[in-house]
């Protein structure tokens, strides 16, 4: 068998229509969702990141605002940015964009934005509210995957899947992710003794490492559903090749799904930063009338 490629620019695009009608309301209520994206020094690194993301969140109907700060900007003046980012209305969304330079700790900058403007999901309150099944802003990527998965013909109750990675931002929260719709799942990382012998036995496998070609073929129940969310540049005799943490060709002989990548979780989670973006405008629009609407004296 040879298994369906998953098609993420389509699922995007269908993700990008429905932001758009709902941004489109917002703006006709006064509140046009609007992101802006903080780097920090050079840039090189993430302005294919930005650019894509300027990119869908023009066809998405949601402003966009790129700065860039010097490289010796301190901690202090990027955290009193980001105070500034959090009391200002016309921002609804804050993305910060990595790699950052040495002396700015990445953890440090996301808990200082405000969890209603947390559209990465990267906040420790955005994180921790998936333990108890509240999706409001949760991890692009973590969410993007879980939704690819939503859209095949597989139920999720019972569904056993296994998540190789467990980092904080994608492994363990797709695993929460996914036991909240009534999946039972299994996390390997680089203690688990024998990866394959839970992948083989998953309906769904997950994975997200960094490590290009750790899973194969034969590590797959026949007619499982892969989703490969690493990315990793690879030399080939072609020249520089974007590939993900799974064997292409040998896992795509075995498995019933299989994302590619580049092309597969990728627009798919630029898609869900930009539901982030109007469903924060929403609930910040929901909390200004909350805290500030006239009543009765």
Request: aromatic share 4%; with cysteine.
């Amino acid at each position: 068998m040879r298994a369906a490629l998953i098609d993420g620019k389509a699922i995007a695009a269908d993700m990008r229509a429905k932001v758009s009608q709902e941004a489109e309301e917002l703006a006709a209520a006064g509140w046009q969702p609007k992101l802006v994206s903080v780097s920090v020094g050079d840039t090189a690194a993430a302005e294919l990141y930005v650019r894509n993301q300027q990119r869908s969140a023009e066809s998405a109907g949601v402003a966009f605002e790129a700065r860039n700060y010097p490289a010796e900007t301190s901690l202090e003046q990027l955290t009193g940015i980001l105070q500034g980012l959090n009391a200002d209305p016309r921002v609804n969304g804050i993305i910060i964009q990595r790699p950052l330079p040495a002396h700015i700790p990445v953890k440090v900058l996301q808990k200082a934005v405000h969890p209603l403007k947390d559209v990465e999901g990267m906040h420790p309150a955005s994180i921790g509210n998936i333990v108890y099944n509240d999706l409001a802003l949760g991890p692009c990527t973590a969410v993007a995957a879980v939704e690819i998965l939503k859209t095949l013909p597989l139920p999720m109750e019972g569904l056993n899947v296994t998540v190789i990675g467990h980092s904080e931002i994608v492994g363990k929260p797709i695993a929460f992710l996914l036991m909240g719709l009534g999946a039972t799942v299994t996390v390997c990382h680089h203690m688990t003794r024998s990866v394959a012998m839970h992948s083989r036995a998953a309906d769904a496998v997950f994975v997200a490492v960094g490590k290009p070609g750790l899973v194969t073929g034969d590590m797959l129940k026949l007619g499982a559903a892969l989703i490969d969310i690493g990315i990793n540049r690879i030399e080939t005799a072609d020249g520089p090749k974007t590939v993900g943490d799974a064997d292409f060709d040998s896992c795509s002989e075995v498995a019933g799904w299989i994302t590619p990548v580049p092309g597969g979780v990728g627009p798919v989670t630029v898609a869900t930063l930009m539901k982030n973006a109007v469903l924060a405008t929403r609930m910040q629009m929901e909390h200004y009338a909350a805290s500030y609407a006239k009543t009765d004296i």
